[in-house]
């Protein structure tokens, strides 16, 4: 298992750059401890954002958090009615 307390190597942009099995490491720790997401991503040193996604990434593929499934848009009325000058709906 990877060392959760290691020094974080980052790229040009200084993103943090994590192996796949210290992310594991951080991900078994977290799931492990009691803090909140956000605690735990400042402790470290791992932007909130990046690591919530970590999180609902791993729930999917262990099947314990549903993904997402398309949706339509709809217009919040039909394209045959009208809209009269005083902003009533006519169809």
Sequence with gaps: MAEVNAIL?????GRV???KDHREALLDAFEQ???????FARDHGVNYQTFASW?????RERGL??????????APW???SQVD??????A
């Design 33 to 39: 401890g009691g803090a909140s997401g956000k605690a």
């Design 78 to 80: 039909s394209t045959r």
């Design 65 to 74: 958090y549903p993904a997402m499934k398309p949706t339509s848009v709809t």
């Design 85 to 90: 000058g005083k902003g009533d709906r006519q």
């Design 55 to 59: 999180i609902q990434k791993r729930r």
């Design 17 to 19: 750059k994590i192996s």
């Design 9 to 13: 190597k980052t790229d040009v942009l």
